[in-house]
């Protein structure tokens, strides 16, 4: 059973900045992308940032600047660093994993927990 647990959310100030990381366990063969959304209160969840396995990003528009996303293959964990934060993004902060199980299995995408981000103005 592969799981993702994250943790580092929790309550800043506007301008602050908070780590938040994923961790990813359970068998498996190999992470392809992982990535983070957000869901904030009476609205859908957003794409954020992702990372391919080899390390290219993409970033939304609304976080180019401010938020940066990192992985370490090695510990299986995904990281998105954000700084400059403001009130709008306030938000639960989910994560995911393209998991393949196997070498011929099909990805499959896993999710956390979510993690509570509130930024007070």
């Known amino acids: 059973q592969v799981q993702l647990v994250e943790s580092g959310g929790g309550l800043v100030q506007a301008g602050g900045s908070l780590r938040l990381s994923c961790a990813t366990s359970?068998?498996?063969?190999?992470?392809?992308?992982m990535g983070w959304h957000r869901q904030a209160p009476g609205k859908q969840r957003e794409l954020v940032a992702t990372?391919?396995?080899?390390?290219?990003?993409n970033y939304e528009d609304f976080v180019k600047g401010r938020f940066t996303i990192s992985r370490d293959n090695a510990k299986n964990t995904v990281y998105l660093q954000m700084n400059s934060l403001k009130p709008e993004d306030t938000a639960v902060y989910y994560c995911?994993?393209?998991?393949?199980?196997?070498?011929?299995?099909?990805?499959?995408?896993?999710w956390g927990q979510g993690t509570q981000v509130t930024v007070s103005s």
């Open positions: 990372i391919t396995s080899g390390g290219r990003t």
């Open positions: 359970g068998s498996l063969f190999k992470i392809n992308a």
């Open positions: 995911n994993a393209d998991v393949l199980k196997f070498y011929f299995s099909d990805s499959v995408r896993y």
